[in-house]
């Protein structure tokens, strides 16, 4: 590769952000038919997996972990609250606090998920371990200094 072709900053095949995009899409594809037999998309699934840690979380702090704005979470909420997956409450203290509680229900799906990381995991080492333990420990400590970098 010549020098000029390096430093080319328009080059796709120099930028670090394409990998992860695209890496993200695909990964999100393939949670997909996993994801279809319990009835959930991949931004339901990432906010269940928020609750079933924690059972209850304001809204703001649920966006937090999640990466997410209210503009974006509130449509999620919504559809797995007419689910019956979760409440959505005021504090009576502050009225601008919404809180969010997992139900009986949602607990419950807990168990039919569970089997969700497993299948995944067995699809992307279907051709042999794609990272070691190690390898998977290192690669998210990395993408998260990219998450909390750009915050």
Not at 30 to 38: M, Q
Not at 40 to 67: C, F, N, P
Not at 118 to 134: D, H, Q, S, V, W
């Amino acid at each position: 590769m010549t020098e000029s072709i390096k430093c080319n900053p328009l080059l796709l095949s120099n930028q670090l952000c394409f990998p992860l995009y695209a890496s993200a899409r695909k990964i999100v594809a393939a949670y997909h038919p996993f994801l279809k037999e319990i009835g959930l998309t991949y931004a339901q699934y990432v906010t269940m997996m928020v609750l079933w840690e924690e059972k209850s979380i304001t809204m703001h702090d649920l966006g937090k972990r999640l990466y997410l704005d209210s503009g974006t979470l509130t449509p999620v909420l919504k559809k797995l609250e007419g689910m019956g997956y979760l409440t959505r409450s005021r504090k009576p203290e502050d009225e601008r606090v919404v809180v969010v509680e997992i139900t009986k229900e949602g607990i419950e799906l807990r168990e039919k998920a569970e089997k969700v990381p497993y299948a995944m995991g067995c699809l992307i080492n279907r051709k042999g371990e794609l990272f070691t333990p190690e390898e998977v420990t290192d690669l998210k400590k990395q993408l998260y200094r990219i998450l909390h970098a750009l915050e």
